[in-house]
């Protein structure tokens, strides 16, 4: 089983529209969790870490579930900035800063 | 502007040569990383460095090489020895126990 493990996509989307996206991962002793946005042949971007409790960053929310061992992106109101690749990051160990990467969720918003 | 600049953009090499891919950062943070991706493919820890004048290798060190003499650079050189070189090449710095990471612009390396 991959640590973790993301759907590649595409999703094709009409601007709008509310998209989700779940990633498992294997672990069940990791500590952090985030989402990152990759552009096409662009560096990755932080886009917002996952808090146990969950957390919203206006159109973004992330949510934890530990138990199932899944974090999930929902993206209301879709733009087309919005398309991207989307990375869920894992990591390890507090003190440990290394991270595990999926391979990201391709999105395209379509107009 | 505090951030994480990677030099060259775009690297061209002939087979058999070593190169040495730049990356600074003013961010003051303790850790930096490398990472490869190919296409279509995730990101793959190279080495990682948590303080100044150590580090560790990641899951695809062979071929590459590291050092950290300074808090704000931590050169990677590509060897001969790496098989396929030819990839995107990611820089990233996190503040200690924050573990997010920021990343460089990256560099294309090419072998010819």
């Known amino acids: 089983r991959k640590e973790v493990e993301q759907d590649p996509g595409p999703f094709n989307v009409p601007e709008g529209a509310t998209v989700a996206f779940n990633c498992t991962y294997s672990?069940?002793?990791?500590?952090?969790f985030f989402w990152y946005r990759q552009d096409c042949r662009k560096e990755p971007k932080l886009l917002m870490s996952v808090y146990s409790s969950g957390n919203e960053d206006g159109r973004f929310t992330a949510q934890l579930n530990r138990a199932s061992q899944y974090i999930s992106l929902l993206i209301r109101d879709s733009k087309l900035s919005d398309s991207a690749t989307y990375l869920c990051?894992?990591?390890?160990?507090?003190?440990?800063?290394?991270?595990?990467f999926g391979t990201g969720t391709r999105l395209t918003i379509i107009p | 502007d505090g951030g994480i600049t990677q030099s060259p953009k775009y690297l061209f090499r002939k087979e058999g040569q070593n190169v040495t891919l730049s990356c600074e950062q003013n961010l003051n943070h303790d850790a930096m990383y490398w990472y490869r991706q190919d296409p279509g493919q995730g990101l793959r820890l190279i080495y990682y460095?948590?303080?100044?004048?150590?580090?560790q290798k990641g899951d695809i060190a062979e071929g590459y090489s590291v050092s950290r003499e300074k808090k704000e650079s931590f050169p990677l050189t590509v060897t001969s020895a790496q098989k396929n070189p030819t990839a995107f090449y990611l820089c990233?710095?996190?503040?200690?126990?924050?573990?997010?990471?920021?990343f460089g612009p990256g560099t294309r390396l090419t072998v010819l």
């Open positions: 672990n069940s002793a990791s500590q952090s």
């Open positions: 460095s948590q303080i100044v004048n150590d580090f």
């Open positions: 990051v894992v990591n390890w160990d507090f003190g440990n800063e290394k991270l595990t």
């Open positions: 990233a710095s996190s503040a200690r126990a924050r573990n997010e990471q920021f």
